[in-house]
């Protein structure tokens, strides 16, 4: 099974700051799909960005872009202009592209905290 | 319009107990998923339906036992709670196609807590 790896825990920012949280995979597949997921204290898992492995271009979505580096296999995540709303649990999350497969793998977590 | 929907949202029970946990799409996707996380915050997929049929059955104990009567539901008996079933259980839904990158959406999830 693929392993998703998230190597902070815990990380914090000012408001209006940049931060960048981490995210590394294992895996032997050549196509798949990365995922961001957010989970502020409702629970509620809200999808913030997606990047397909065949795309060389990076995706952003307003404030949220992400460093995609297939070869060594990371993926992080750049929130820019950090707002308090940003506070959540963050997760990265792998899906294969093999049609038999469709659930996610995720990543242990980092918590953010946004200092105002 | 809640487009994934979980009840009850909190469940509190007892050991030994049986318990069930409704899900509900109206997105007309086509799969559905059970996630489990637990109390360090880690999720992981337990089942996955499509089509009402199971495809993924991660090695979750039998006494886990999912339902889907439609494509639009997707339910999770659990018997004989033990202390270890404790977790947040999210359902999420999707639509299966292949090499397409869907978005599944997930339910707001509900938490178990078994005493």
């Known amino acids: 099974a693929q392993t998703v790896t998230q190597s902070q825990p815990e990380m914090s920012v000012q408001e209006a700051e940049t931060v960048t949280l981490s995210c590394t995979y294992d895996?032997?597949?050549?196509?798949?799909?990365l995922f961001w997921y957010k989970q502020p204290p409702s629970r509620q898992m809200i999808l913030v960005i997606r990047?397909?492995?065949?795309?060389?271009q990076n995706a952003t979505e307003n404030r949220f872009s992400v460093n995609f580096q297939k070869a060594a296999k990371s993926f992080s995540l750049k929130i820019s202009d950090s707002q308090l709303g940003d506070a959540a649990m963050y997760f990265c999350a792998y899906r294969s592209a093999w049609s038999g497969a469709n659930n996610l793998f995720f990543g242990t977590g980092t918590r953010l905290t946004v200092i105002p | 319009d809640t487009a994934v929907s979980q009840t009850p949202k909190y469940l509190v029970t007892q050991m030994g107990n049986d318990k069930s946990i409704k899900c509900e799409q109206n997105?007309?996707?086509?799969?559905m998923y059970w996630y489990k996380q637990d109390s360090k915050k880690f999720l992981k997929i337990m089942f996955s339906y499509n089509n009402k049929e199971l495809i993924i059955n991660e090695t979750v104990p039998n006494r886990f036992s999912p339902k889907s009567p439609d494509k639009a539901h997707l339910n999770l008996h659990i018997n004989s709670l033990e202390l270890g079933d404790s977790a947040v259980y999210f359902c999420a839904s999707s639509l299966w196609t292949s090499g397409e990158s869907d978005e599944q959406y997930f339910g707001p999830g509900t938490r178990l807590t078994v005493t």
């Open positions: 990047q397909e492995a065949y795309k060389q």
């Open positions: 997105l007309g996707h086509d799969t």
């Open positions: 895996t032997s597949e050549s196509d798949y799909y």
